[in-house]
């Protein structure tokens, strides 16, 4: 059984730090685009960021570009989210997001991920 462990989450002050922790289990994801997708109440999924299989390429949405940090340990079949200076707008629930395509690219749409974490809640408070 394939499981995403997404974890990390809390509840932080306005200008904090967390890191975000995946690890995948049941199969390997050294192959896949790793990414991490929010939601917050009453709002559709939002992409946040993403990184290629290899490591070499990552985007990540304008509202947290130059905040926040996305990793890949493919050893530990895991990805990280390091996010600073955090905002209240950045509550949500996080989720990882694996896309197996095994192609050294990074995936921006959500739809496009075929597993998915159950969420970690994420709050910021001002």
């Known amino acids: 059984q394939v499981q995403l462990e997404d974890t990390g989450g809390g509840l932080v002050q306005a200008g904090g730090s967390l890191l975000l922790s995946c690890t995948a289990s049941g199969r390997t994801f050294s192959r896949a685009c790793r990414g991490w997708i929010r939601q917050a109440p009453g709002k559709e999924r939002e992409f946040v960021a993403a990184?290629?299989?290899?490591?070499?390429?990552?985007h990540y949405a304008d509202s947290v570009k130059g905040r926040w940090t996305i990793s890949r340990d493919n050893a530990k079949n895991t990805v990280y989210l390091q996010m600073n200076s955090l905002k209240p707008e950045d509550t949500a629930v996080y989720y990882c997001a694996a896309a197996p395509y095994f192609l050294d690219i990074v995936v921006r749409t959500t739809s496009q991920y075929n597993y998915w974490g159950h969420g970690t809640q994420v709050t910021v408070s001002p």
């Open positions: 990184i290629s299989p290899s490591g070499g390429s990552t």
